[in-house]
């Protein structure tokens, strides 16, 4: 009895696709969820990426934040003056409305890869995974809608964004 309960468990548990379950029946893990997310904001995010240029225009307005999501040691080393830093690692509901309380507010997202620098030891990380990506997907997921992403490199030394280095602390 007890293995045709498991064998009727694994069945359901195939069923229903890349889902995880905690021990209460609530979904906790839900990867189709994410890829259809996903697919859902590609021309979504292609029409939010901005150049240097726009990106320091809106950095300036107000109702605008820019938000930093890599590793505490990626933003203390160089980051966009003004950005608000939050680990994506770090990202509920509960901590994004503390930080961002208006969902409405203008969203500005950069990564590692949008940095060109020779002073720091940032490590580009694949196209394919940069955290403009996911930050860019999870803001969405918690409906955030007013985001933006910079498009291109900045270079430190001839950026038009001010940047924060740990050499100019």
């Known amino acids: 009895m007890k ?5 009727t468990s694994l069945i359901i548990l195939s069923m229903l696709g890349n889902t995880a379950f905690a021990q209460n029946g609530v979904e906790k ?10 697919d859902s904001l590609k021309s979504y995010r292609k029409k939010r990426l901005i150049n240097e240029a726009t990106f320091n225009i809106y950095r ?7 938000l930093d999501t890599r590793s505490k040691s ?17 990202f509920t509901k509960d ?26 030891s940032l490590l580009d990380k694949n196209v394919r995974l940069a ?3 996911p930050t860019f997907i999870n803001l969405y ?3 955030y809608k007013n ?5 291109g490199y900045l270079k430190e030394d001839e950026t038009i964004i001010p940047l924060i280095t740990n050499e100019k602390k």
């Open 60 to 66: 300036q307005e107000p109702k605008t934040i820019i």
């Open 95 to 120: 901590k994004l409305e503390a930080i961002i309380p208006d969902k409405t507010i203008r969203i500005l997202i950069y990564c590692n890869n949008n940095f060109e620098s020779k002073k720091t």
């Open 147 to 151: 985001i933006f992403e910079l498009k």
């Open 3 to 7: 293995t045709i309960k498991i064998i």
């Open 141 to 143: 997921g918690y409906e």
């Open 29 to 38: 893990i839900n990867y189709n969820g994410f890829v259809e997310l996903s």
């Open 131 to 133: 955290l403009n990506i």
């Open 74 to 90: 990626a933003f203390d080393e160089i980051h966009i003056q003004g950005a608000i830093h939050i680990n994506f690692s770090d």
